[in-house]
């Protein structure tokens, strides 16, 4: 998703390196993978709080005028579009999927948006979309990394999931394919 982010905000300043930027912007939640380590139920909270990109907003606003001195307007379209890819792609998407503490530490519970809105026959208007699901000390996402609260079984399987669903495989084929396409074209100007 980051890619077509890229591709498509970045507009006439898109260039493979700007896509590199924004692409590695949208990664950056993922490294809290790695605190879950020493925070437990780090995973998902330190780097996936919407404090994170609200200070490195606050930070864009105060810094542009420095920004755009230094690189002009192309740097200045590639840090915000940054910015909302960390916001869409790098948080957003997890959110939809499995969920994220977005305040943490201000206020630590896991929220997702993975369930569904319907209309039953026998119970009316059911939503179960928006669903809270604990907190640090009570919620542990598995990664290949941190497989388990606590210490890891020794020995056990570690998986680094690349798709997890046939959507997943198309947005990632898309974007492959958009920002190669768009690279292409930039190159030939």
Known sequence: MAGL????????????????VVM?????????????????GGHRA??????FPA????????????????????????AW????????AGI????????????YPVHDQFYSVSGEIAISNEEGLVQSLLEAKGSTETTHYSTGFDLAPGADPAGAERTFPIVRSGRGLLLGVTSIAVVGFRAWEARKK
């Not at 957003?92 to 305040?103: P, Q, T």
């Open 24 to 40: 590695a912007a949208a990664a950056v939640p993922d490294l809290d993978t790695l605190v879950g380590w020493w925070v437990p």
């Open 81 to 88: 579009v940054s910015l909302c890819s960390l916001l869409v």
């Open 92 to 103: 957003g998407l997890d959110f939809f999927s499995n969920g994220v503490n977005l305040l």
């Open 46 to 51: 330190v780097l996936h709080t919407l404090l």
């Open 5 to 20: 982010l890229a591709t498509s905000l970045l507009a006439e300043h898109f260039d493979g390196r700007a896509a590199l």
């Open 55 to 78: 200070a490195l907003g606050i930070l864009l606003v105060v810094g542009e005028s420095r920004l755009r001195a230094r690189w002009g307007e192309y740097g200045t379209r590639v």
